[in-house]
């Protein structure tokens, strides 16, 4: 592969990873399995029910700094955008506290340790409410942007002007670390602070998706003249949704999922049908929900009839 070339959609998915190796990454955040042989990106992205063109844009962002939000769907950079927040949440930050615990004294007589865990603990509390803010309020005015409607109190500009980089503390607390904290041969440590720079990267990178991409993306949509005010009368909220319905045709991926929840099967079934991991149906579900603003099964069931997914006698009535 030219080092110095973008991605596309013809290039192998190992040959991507190969040239650089933080997109697994993306993959792991837009639900791509491992084990994808000698698949392209789009056969790869097409077999998960991922879109491409998202895919695309967020991997050359990240691989090669190549910004690009014409073809983006919006509802797959919010899915990668949401996982993106559980990993940092619930995985990486805790496994980072649990070393940091193990490497220095936190039995309250060194004071520089209890001042590092401090430090640590206030940090993960600030992450956790701007990416629950990201959650609760710039996604779901995203989402309802998606069905034409605009609230007049709110823009993604809002956002933007206060959007901070959350790896900033994190560079701060490794410095302190390195300056001050008299330990030596501390193999634990010096582990940990690889923990630590490999999380501030990353986090770097994540703002900066959502900087040059995800803002710029949602700023074209504000202004493609399709949007409503939310005081729109019922008449025009229909006629946008109808305008809209493209944008929520699920894949045949997506379909298929449907069809299996609405025949009462469990993700684990659901992944032993299509031989899908677990984790790639329940990322596929929260697409779907996303898409189609039905987060029950009774209501996908329902969907699911309505467009002929499924026969009403394969249904399991309960």
């Known amino acids: 592969m030219d080092k110095s070339s973008i991605y596309t959609a013809q290039d192998k998915l190992k040959d991507l990873i190969s040239d650089n190796s933080r997109l697994l990454m993306v993959l792991n955040r837009f639900g791509i399995s491992l084990g994808f042989g000698e698949r392209s990106v789009k056969e790869s992205c097409e077999l998960q029910g991922v879109?491409?063109?998202?895919?695309?844009?967020?991997?050359?962002?990240?691989?090669?700094?190549?910004?690009?939000?014409?073809?983006?769907?919006m509802a797959s950079l919010i899915s990668y955008l949401k996982q993106a927040h559980v990993y940092f949440l619930d995985y990486v930050l805790p496994m980072i506290r649990r070393r940091?615990?193990?490497?220095?004294?936190?039995?309250?007589?060194?004071?520089?340790?209890?001042?590092?865990?401090?430090f640590y603990d206030e940090y993960v509390v600030e992450v956790r409410r701007h990416m629950e803010y990201e959650n609760r309020k710039v996604f779901r005015y995203v989402e309802?942007?998606?069905?034409?409607?605009?609230?007049?109190?709110?823009?993604?500009?809002?956002?933007?002007?206060?959007?901070?980089?959350?790896?900033?503390?994190?560079?701060?607390?490794?410095?302190?670390?390195?300056?001050?904290?008299?330990?030596?041969?501390?193999?634990?440590?010096?582990?940990?602070?690889?923990?630590?720079?490999?999380?501030?990267?990353?986090?770097?990178?994540?703002?900066?998706?959502?900087?040059?991409i995800f803002v710029p993306a949602v700023?074209?949509?504000?202004?493609?003249?399709?949007?409503?005010?939310?005081?729109?009368?019922a008449t025009e909220v229909e006629e946008n949704r109808a305008a809209d319905d493209q944008l929520l045709v699920l894949s045949q991926r997506e379909r298929e999922i449907v069809g299996c929840v609405a025949c009462g099967m469990s993700n684990k079934q659901i992944a032993d049908k299509l031989f899908l991991s677990i984790h790639t149906v329940t990322t596929h579900r929260r697409n779907i929900c996303?898409?189609?603003?039905?987060?029950t099964p009774s209501g996908l069931t329902i969907y699911a009839i309505v467009h002929k997914l499924v026969k009403l006698q394969d249904i399991k009535m309960k």
């Open 100 to 118: 940091l615990i193990e490497a220095i004294d936190c039995s309250g007589s060194d004071e520089v340790a209890f001042l590092i865990l401090r």
């Open 144 to 212: 309802a942007l998606l069905n034409g409607e605009k609230d007049p109190r709110y823009s993604i500009d809002m956002f933007a002007e206060k959007h901070n980089n959350m790896d900033k503390k994190l560079k701060e607390l490794k410095d302190i670390i390195i300056r001050y904290y008299p330990e030596q041969g501390n193999d634990l440590l010096t582990s940990v602070l690889f923990d630590i720079i490999n999380c501030e990267q990353d986090l770097s990178q994540h703002c900066e998706v959502e900087d040059y």
């Open 51 to 73: 879109d491409v063109a998202t895919f695309l844009s967020v991997a050359n962002f990240i691989g090669k700094n190549e910004r690009n939000v014409t073809e983006i769907s």
């Open 219 to 233: 700023r074209k949509i504000e202004n493609s003249g399709r949007l409503k005010d939310a005081e729109n009368d």
């Open 290 to 295: 996303s898409k189609l603003q039905i987060h």
